[in-house]
């Protein structure tokens, strides 16, 4: 069964530097997402992205973050700055086409982030 | 965006039938109901979907009235594996862009 995955499992930065988490979406899939959840808590929003481009981000999708495709199969999110609360596992997801009627989301492992 | 309300907590044994009642009373007309399951430090995997009626796969069924203003999800005979979180999502955000999870049920299941 196809599926997404990514790397790495587990990262742990010191507060302030860069930290660029990947993902290999499901080959044939266009919508492309990021959420991350705290520990404890529920699986938040961040981004989706389409044709190279940003769809929808929420509140927490600051300056801070950016999503890129640098080539046909990879999307990353890079934290340019890293602060204590980005600890939080990120998840990958991606979908055949955009949401309503029926689409399928399907989600990545996570990439645990521990901010020292 | 519809806003879902499911138990925070459920407890069953094994062998045992587990329904997970999900309200959403202000669904949309083409608005899907989508349900996900969720182990500890493990990304939600997609359990079923259903627009209406009833739904059944090869790991539950879901069960849709007439009026889809709520949705239960069917765990036939449960074991310690299926102890995770369940969630409920129901349409999209704003921008049809992305799905909106809340905080799930919580299944914990014995022997």
């Known amino acids: 069964e196809p599926e997404v995955t990514q790397t790495p499992s587990h990262q742990v930065t010191q507060m302030g530097q860069e930290v660029i988490l990947r993902c290999v979406p499901i080959?044939?899939?266009?919508?492309f997402y990021w959420y991350r959840q705290i520990l404890g808590q529920k699986v938040e929003f961040l981004v989706s992205?389409?044709?190279?481009?940003?769809?929808?981000k929420s509140e927490i999708f600051d300056d801070q973050f950016s999503v890129e495709r640098p080539d046909g199969s990879n999307f990353t999110l890079k934290i340019r700055s890293t602060k204590l609360e980005d600890s939080a596992m990120y998840f990958c997801?991606?979908?055949?086409?955009?949401?309503?009627?029926?689409?399928?989301?399907?989600f990545g492992e996570g990439s645990w982030l521990t901010v020292v | 965006l519809a806003k879902t309300t499911q138990p925070i907590s459920m407890d069953s044994y094994e062998g045992q039938e587990v329904n997970i009642t999900c309200s959403h009373n202000?669904?949309?007309?083409?608005?899907?109901i989508t349900w996900y399951q969720q182990f500890p430090s493990q990304g939600p995997r997609f359990i079923i979907q259903?627009?209406?009626t009833k739904v059944t796969n090869e790991v539950a069924s879901l069960f849709i009235p007439a009026d889809r203003k709520s949705s239960t999800l069917s765990l036939p005979r449960v074991s310690l594996s299926d102890t995770a979180v369940y969630y409920c999502?129901?349409?999209?955000?704003?921008?049809?862009?992305?799905?909106?999870f809340g905080k799930g049920t919580t299944l914990s299941v014995s022997s």
């Open positions: 080959s044939n899939h266009l919508y």
């Open positions: 202000n669904i949309a007309t083409n608005d899907y």
């Open positions: 999502l129901v349409g999209y955000n704003q921008a049809g862009t992305a799905l909106i």
């Open positions: 259903g627009y209406k």
């Open positions: 992205f389409y044709n190279n481009e940003i769809s929808e």
């Open positions: 997801a991606s979908s055949s086409r955009e949401g309503f009627s029926g689409n399928t989301i399907y």
